[in-house]
């Protein structure tokens, strides 16, 4: 297996990008669904919650861990790959 590297660029200031980063981060990592509202792998699913970007991860197991909009994209995405029992 190869190992997957993410490059995460920041959206202008000012602009609503739903997470956008998050999601093209999975959709790399083999993440299906539609983007940005509902992607899913494995039993893992993450989407965007609410226009402030707050999101939700809900795991295989049906543990709901939720990220207000400040977290950093690449806690997200770890979070997200590790439901999935994808390698970080």
Known sequence: ???LHLIISRPAP?????????????????WT???PTLLGK????W?????????KLTCPNDTVIEFPAG????????ACL???DQPV
């Open 42 to 45: 494995d039993g893992a699913f």
């Open 82 to 84: 590790a439901a999935a």
């Open 71 to 78: 977290t950093p994209t690449v806690v997200v995405v770890a």
């Open 14 to 30: 000012g602009h609503w990008h739903a997470r956008l980063d998050v999601a093209e981060a999975l959709e790399a990592a083999g």
């Open 1 to 3: 297996m190869t190992d």
């Open 47 to 55: 989407g965007v919650t609410s226009v402030d970007d707050d999101s």
């Open 33 to 35: 669904g539609d983007a």
